[in-house]
């Protein structure tokens, strides 16, 4: 059973920053593209940005440049550092791998 595990959510004022972590169980992590989705309230969940088995990255548009992907295969960790938030970014953000299985989702508010 795979388990995904999100931590570092919050409230943070605009401009500010949060990393989220994700653990997740399971062996062969690093043979696993992994993934962070965010939900918005009244909104369909998204592709926030995704980091292959081998450590290619990629982001939607509106993250690009403030947001960073990254994964530490060593301890089984993925991570998304998020600077400049800006109220849009508040919603809730999921792990998940291989496109497939799913964290719990951890809040993100930006809000002043």
């Known amino acids: 059973q795979v388990q995904l595990v999100e931590s570092g959510g919050g409230l943070v004022q605009p401009g500010g920053s949060l990393r989220l972590s994700c653990a997740a169980s399971?062996?062969?992590?690093?043979?696993?593209?992994m993934y962070w989705y965010r939900q918005a309230p009244g909104k369909q969940r998204e592709l926030v940005a995704v980091i292959t088995s081998n450590g290619n990255t990629n982001y939607a548009d509106s993250v690009k440049g403030r947001f960073t992907i990254s994964r530490d295969n060593a301890k089984n960790m993925m991570y998304l550092q998020m600077n400049s938030l800006k109220p849009d970014d508040t919603a809730v953000y999921y792990c998940?791998?291989?496109?497939?299985?799913w964290g719990q989702g951890i809040q993100v508010t930006v809000s002043s």
């Open positions: 399971g062996r062969y992590f690093s043979t696993y593209n």
């Open positions: 998940n791998r291989d496109d497939y299985y």
